[in-house]
């Protein structure tokens, strides 16, 4: 695969950014942590650490000890794209190295959706952006 | 079988004792193993095992271990055992505030707990009971009649007054004269009632006949609706009592009498479509000739932050939103140009963009009246084989601005006509990362190979807040929802490459089906929409127990519902014809993890968003009137307060000044131009060290010399329009303030010789939105004062809001002992400000002066307070 070359540029209209398209999961919360440009780092690792807190058991009302998140999820997604990536990779050299946990990291391609907005129309095109995930093991 | 024997009742309160005994007891090892005291001590050899008073290490651990353990154990079964009701581990939707008392306001499930709570059991014999409830767990009979039943009552004593009124006047309704004598009371009322189906079977009479009157012009557009709008009052084709309410080049009203019991509901304030639905779960308010959902009654600030953004969804029922619909003949050239003509005022000449003239998209924005913004709302152009179609939505708090104005452009036009769909076309909005997996959920339709269904379906379980672009368009007919018995799973995801290239398609307009449009947006379409319509005891018939599970079967007399799905800044928003509404929305509500919002939600969610909500639209006669009401009613409840009780406005220390300048109860735009005004007039060599007594001309008007003259001036004005005010002249021909929205450009204070300060001859401010966020701890509240930062104090400030400025233990300093500006620094007030749970600070929304030249910084003090606070700050950009 070689490099695409980049998109031309498209002149006298405001660019309006879509988020991608990603499905819905009311849980997600609890095992998924994405991650953007202006997310600050100590931010990221605190919900991270939030979200492995809910993993690690504690005593329920009768005394037993559960999981508050449950015990089907193996690891802690988290996903940044562009500019956050070198945010994420920090965050998996930290949780590596400082937190001694296992840390798999997974490159993506994930295409957006752009808006241009002219003053008599509106264009749209596709565009691909890179994305990393990590998956810290529980 | 025979029952259980009842257990004693000494039991019941052995077994509380039991339980409370041991949550309190914390166990405990008495006879601890890890020390050693053998009694061989006296042996001449000490080996290890021998020697006296060790500790065993392991064993002294796991003895420990064991206690503590059980320490954190008895804490929580003391937290747990005696504390708790069986009702408050409920997530909050399920609870109920008698269900203390009362156990069928508890889940089944848990009912015998919650009696057994209460001291009841369902198997005793005793005759003790709890409030209001009786032992078997069912409420007991109310002494006072209440609620519906108090209605009811009240409602007989009224028939009879007015059946006794016809006894004494010894005539019915329309003057002939009965012998009452003859007639016991039940008698009369069946003949008022037939006298009311008679004069409806009449009118239906009248609708049938081929018209006579207008034959000459029979073939207008405008006659044609005008006889079918009246033909549709008086069908019904269905056992639910549904049929269209649209008038034609006049305003619409709810004018049918279903219900003799009902006929005095709904005379001043219309009805929404869910109000009895909504009426027990929200409070509602009075407004705009509506009976609105103001916020539910369960507290739901925080709720309502996460439901947008991070998980579920939020619905509100938006039908009473307006919508004009404006029609004329394709082949008519002439018509078209002048719709086109209103198309274009109404949105401002914004709306001719292709997407929107095409009608792939809808336009969303402030409608525009005489070139003024009325109020924010949205354009459908629809252009069809035969007809083309005008369709717009707007704010009801200018219902007859707009329809005067429609009307006004209209009337003179044969080939145009107006339907006022008020009452004849409803709407849901539905937001949130679930909004679109909720709308799957309960959308089928009939037709599996509709192309617009399919590309709606590629959407399918997709998490949208922002991925669909505001503005797209969705359309196709769909099937009564009630069929389902409850909502389904939404298909599967589709691979996000489909996705992408569905949205690419979507904005060329292949989701929008203009044959269902012309069925939603004309009078027969929706009539034939509501024939059939099936009630709920029909639809129970058809639900055989041998299909449990399954949808009922669908047949060919079951009717279709066109709808239309627009995506708009604050969220999905589904029209559909007005009856249809209930039986979408009692689906949608069943779909878990969705809230319903009032408007109150609707202003917190524009809020959050840093956009602007109805409450913020100062610059409208509409918003602007909001404004002054609410400070009225702040300023009313602040007088009742006892003098010790209230804040002392006057008095407040604002270092170089005493007492708040402008009205401490609101946001006072009034004084607020004449200050900016007035202060244009001080010359640049003023002395403003000190207060001179105030000269006046020849006209008793104050001369302004320095900004402590410009001061009075604010009051002196106050005074002059209360006295217009009295004198019953209009204080507020114009608005004080004007909206400015090219945000780039400086816009220079009029001259100070150009206009004198009296109360009409000011000319209007300009101001422009901004929204601000507090650079470090603290609470701004609605009706802030904004300031410019002086250029004197400007480092001081900015190295405040760069955090640079530590103590002596690094940590951010406060700003309390950098005092206040003087008022000359006002620049502008916030109309809505609070804790802003997306950011995590304070964060607000408000308007400035647009000549104001602001540096990134700029300072916002609460009313009543001394503190200042930097924010940062930009333009709110308004389409």
């Excluded at chain 2, 004198?727 to 816009?747: I, Q």
Aim: glycine share 6%; proline share 4%.
């Amino acid at each position: 695969m070689g490099v695409q070359s980049k998109l031309p540029r498209v002149k006298d209209k405001r660019l309006v950014k879509h988020a991608p398209p990603r499905v819905y999961h009311q849980n997600e919360g609890s095992h998924v942590v994405y991650v953007k440009s202006s997310t600050p780092f100590v931010s990221a690792i605190k919900r991270i650490e939030r979200c492995l807190d809910g993993f690690r058991p504690v005593p329920n009302r009768r005394g037993k000890y559960v999981a508050k998140s449950g015990k089907h999820i193996k690891y802690i997604e988290v996903k940044g794209m562009g500019w956050a990536m070198s945010k994420v990779m920090n965050l998996g050299l930290h949780f590596k190295y400082e937190k001694q946990l296992k840390v798999e990291v997974y490159t993506k391609t994930i295409g957006v959706f752009d808006e241009f907005v002219g003053s008599d129309d509106e264009t749209f095109q596709k565009r691909n952006v890179s994305s990393v995930e990590l998956h810290i093991m529980i | 079988m025979p029952r259980k024997p009842p257990k004693l009742q000494h039991n019941r309160v052995n077994h509380k004792r039991e339980k409370m005994f041991n949550s309190r007891i914390i166990r405990t090892e008495l006879n601890d193993r890890s020390f050693t005291n053998p009694t061989i001590a006296n042996t001449s050899v000490i080996t290890f095992n021998s020697m006296g008073n060790k500790l065993d290490a392991p064993s002294f651990l796991k003895s420990r271990e064991f206690e503590i353990k059980s320490l954190e154990k008895s804490q929580l079964k003391s937290k747990y055992s005696s504390s708790t009701r069986v009702f408050q581990s409920l997530p909050r939707e399920l609870r109920r505030r008698t269900a203390s008392h009362n156990v069928r306001r508890v889940p089944k499930r848990m009912r015998p707990r919650a009696l057994k709570e209460m001291g009841l059991s369902l198997n005793t014999k005793d005759k003790k009971e709890t409030k209001g409830v009786s032992k078997s767990g069912k409420p007991l009979k109310k002494v006072h009649s209440r609620g519906r039943e108090l209605y009811r009552l009240r409602r007989k004593s009224q028939l009879l007054k007015y059946a006794g009124k016809h006894k004494l006047s010894g005539h019915l309704i329309d003057g002939s004269p009965i012998d009452i004598k003859k007639l016991d009371l039940r008698n009369r009322l069946k003949m008022i009632r037939a006298q009311i189906e008679k004069i409806e079977s009449d009118r239906m009479k009248v609708g049938k006949k081929p018209n006579t009157d207008v034959s000459d012009d029979a073939n207008t557009l405008l006659v044609k609706d005008r006889r079918v709008a009246k033909q549709a009052v008086i069908t019904i084709n269905n056992l639910t009592g549904a049929y269209d309410n649209t008038s034609v080049n006049e305003s619409s009203g709810i004018h049918r009498i279903s219900s003799l019991k009902y006929a005095t509901r709904q005379t001043k304030f219309k009805w929404l479509p869910t109000h009895v639905w909504h009426a027990k779960r929200a409070k509602m308010v009075k407004r705009w000739g509506w009976n609105l959902v103001n916020q539910p009654t369960m507290k739901c600030f925080r709720k309502t932050s996460r439901s947008w953004r991070v998980k579920g969804c939020i619905a509100w029922d938006t039908s009473y939103f307006n919508t004009i619909i404006l029609n004329c003949a394709s082949s008519d050239l002439h018509a078209f140009e002048i719709l086109k003509d209103i198309y274009s005022h109404l949105s401002c000449g914004k709306a001719l963009k292709t997407n929107y003239i095409s009608g792939y998209k809808a336009w969303e924005g402030f409608i525009h009246i005489n070139e003024e913004p009325v109020c924010v709302g949205s354009l459908l152009w629809i252009r069809g084989e035969l007809s083309v179609r005008l369709v717009v939505r707007f704010h009801p708090s200018v219902y007859e601005l707009v329809l005067n104005s429609l009307l006004e452009e209209v009337r003179p036009y044969d080939a145009i006509s107006l339907h006022d769909c008020r009452y004849s076309i409803g709407s849901i909005t539905v937001a949130g990362p679930k909004a679109l997996y909720a709308l799957q959920a309960i959308i089928h339709c009939p037709v599996k190979k509709c192309p617009q269904y399919q590309l709606w379906k590629v959407f399918s379980q997709m998490n949208d807040v922002n991925t669909i672009p505001s503005g797209s368009c969705f359309s196709f007919e769909i099937d009564d929802p009630r069929l389902w018995n409850q909502h389904v799973t939404p298909h599967a995801f589709k691979e996000a490459n489909v996705v992408l290239e569905s949205l690419c398609d979507l904005q060329t307009g292949n989701a929008v089906n203009k044959d269902v449009l012309d069925k939603l947006f004309s009078i027969e379409g929706r009539i034939n929409c509501y024939k059939n319509q099936q009630s709920l005891k029909q639809l129970g018939k058809r639900r055989t127990p041998e299909r449990s599970g399954k949808p009922i079967p669908r047949t060919d007399a079951d009717p279709t519902i066109p709808i239309c799905i627009i995506k708009h800044s604050n969220g999905y928003n589904i029209l559909l014809p007005w009856f249809w509404v209930m039986p979408v929305w009692y689906q949608l509500v069943h779909v878990p993890h969705l809230m319903i919002g009032g408007m109150k939600q609707m202003n917190q969610f524009a809020y959050e968003k840093s956009q602007l909500s109805f409450e913020d639209l100062i610059f409208t006669r509409q918003g602007f009137i909001n404004g002054r009401i609410k400070m009225e009613q702040c300023s009313h409840e602040w007088n009742r307060k006892p003098k010790s009780k209230r804040v002392q406005y006057d008095a407040l220390n604002l270092g170089s000044e005493t007492g708040e300048k402008l009205s401490p109860f609101g946001c006072d735009w009034r004084s607020f131009q004449v200050l900016r005004y007035a202060l244009n007039k001080v010359p640049k060599d003023a002395d403003n060290s000190q207060v001179f007594p105030s000269e006046f001309d020849e006209m008793l008007n104050r001369v302004i010399k320095n900004k402590f003259d410009a001061f009075e001036i604010v009051k002196d004005i106050k005074k002059s329009d209360k006295g217009l005010s009295l004198l019953g002249r209009s204080v507020f021909e114009k608005l004080p303030v004007r909206l400015d929205r090219e945000n780039e450009t400086v816009v220079e204070l009029a001259k100070a010789e150009s206009y004198e300060i009296t109360s009409k001859g000011l000319p209007q401010l300009q101001v422009r939105a901004i929204a601000f966020e507090c650079c470090s701890r603290g609470h701004i509240t609605d009706n802030a004062r904004i300031y410019q930062i002086p250029e004197s104090q400007k480092s001081y400030w900015i190295s405040f809001g760069r955090k640079v400025c530590k103590d002596v233990r690094g940590r951010n300093m406060s700003t309390n002992q950098l005092g206040v500006p003087g008022s000359e620094f006002i620049v502008g007030l916030s109309t809505s400000a609070t804790i802003n749970l997306v950011r995590g600070c304070s964060t607000g929304v408000g308007f400035i002066d647009a000549s104001s030249r602001l540096c990134e910084y700029l300072l916002v003090r609460n009313v009543g307070s001394d503190i200042c606070q930097v924010c940062t700050w930009h333009y709110i950009v308004l389409r």
